[in-house]
């Protein structure tokens, strides 16, 4: 069974912190990761894709990893700021098939 | 443009009525989603066209209805709906069905209330 998961459930940091959020996945044999957030009430926000063949992708103080054979994918967010509070999921895609699975998220709160 | 537009932003119906969610993407992907949140959890896939064809239906009630009258438009007909349809209406697209570079891009969604 295909199936994605988040932990921590939530995570509150002090502002200029780095931090690291994890998903996991149970196959491996996985098509692309991506990142989002979501602000409460709103649509999700595409951050970051990792094709299988890649190991990590970055974006200005994002950074994600993918680690296909332990299951796993890592968001780093550098310098965290007050306006990085959101929820940030995670998706992944198995065969090609426009089919996918989302974890149930991390929701952050960065104090200032 | 990376915008993938929905109307109307928020929808208060009864259980008798009939409405229509409206999503567009001029971005020129070829893969349309709708998915259903309710609070505090992730998305939920229910339908997916490719290519305009219906590829995905996730069991979902007859009372809710997808069209996709051309690859920029994807509609979601709603019909005698339940108390407990209510919740957050996305909308997403994605590039090209079958590659890698599969990116999906949301929609604000629609916020739907069942009376």
């Known amino acids: 069974k295909q199936e994605v998961t988040q932990i921590p459930a939530a995570l509150s940091v002090p502002e200029g912190e780095n931090l690291v959020l994890n998903c996991s996945f149970t196959?491996?044999?996985?098509?692309?990761l991506q990142w989002f957030r979501q602000d409460p009430g709103k649509g999700l926000t595409s951050l970051l894709l990792?094709?299988?063949?890649?190991r990590e992708q970055t974006s200005g103080r994002l950074n994600a990893s993918l680690d296909k054979s332990s299951g796993r994918s890592t968001l780093y967010i550098a310098a965290s700021q007050p306006g990085d509070s959101a929820t940030y999921l995670c998706?992944?895609?198995?065969?090609?098939?426009?089919?996918?699975?989302f974890g149930s998220g991390t929701k952050l709160n960065v104090k200032p | 443009d990376t915008e993938v537009t929905q109307t109307p932003k928020h929808l208060v119906m009864g259980m008798t009525n009939k409405k229509s969610l409206k999503c567009e993407q001029h971005m020129g992907h070829r893969a349309m989603y709708w998915y259903k949140q309710k609070a505090k959890k992730p998305p939920e896939l229910m339908f997916v066209y490719s290519y305009e064809k219906l590829s995905i239906n996730e069991s979902v009630p007859s009372r809710f209805s997808p069209e996709c009258p051309n690859s920029s438009l994807l509609n979601l007909h709603l019909h005698a709906l339940q108390p407990e349809d209510s919740a957050l209406y996305l909308c997403?697209?994605?590039?090209?069905?079958?590659?890698?570079?599969?990116?999906?891009?949301f929609g604000p969604g629609t916020r739907l209330t069942v009376l």
């Open positions: 990792i094709q299988s063949s890649q």
């Open positions: 998706a992944v895609e198995w065969g090609g098939f426009n089919k996918f699975y």
């Open positions: 196959d491996s044999a996985i098509y692309n």
């Open positions: 997403a697209s994605s590039q090209e069905p079958g590659l890698e570079y599969n990116e999906q891009f």
